[in-house]
């Protein structure tokens, strides 16, 4: 069994900031990556950030520049810190853990409105 735990999400203001986190814990022997997804009504859902074990990051086009993926490896937890925000970053956020097989989150809303 592996479990995600996702927090952080909410309203925000365009320009403001939020910081997500996902806490893996359950059967892992070995992490590959951790990451989040997003998905916005009526749209498919996309890569935001992943990270490898090893600490290489790779980046959807859209948030370059304005977020940051990091981890703690010891607590097997992946952040997203998401500043600039713009309207278009509304969408449902989902943590993603690759161990050889992809597990998601329950997702959590984030919200950029006025």
């Known amino acids: 069994q592996v479990q995600l735990v996702e927090s952080g999400g909410g309203l925000v203001q365009p320009g403001g900031s939020l910081r997500l986190s996902c806490a893996a814990s359950g059967s892992i022997f070995s992490i590959y990556a951790m990451g989040w997804y997003r998905q916005a009504p009526g749209k498919q859902r996309e890569l935001v950030a992943d990270?490898?074990?090893?600490?290489?990051?790779t980046y959807g086009d859209s948030v370059k520049g304005r977020f940051t993926i990091s981890t703690d490896n010891a607590k097997n937890t992946v952040y997203l810190q998401m500043n600039s925000l713009k309207p278009e970053d509304t969408a449902v956020y989902y943590c993603?853990?690759?161990?050889?097989?992809?597990?998601w989150g329950q997702g959590t809303q984030v919200t950029v409105s006025s």
């Open positions: 993603s853990l690759w161990i050889g097989a992809r597990y």
């Open positions: 990270i490898t074990k090893s600490g290489t990051p």
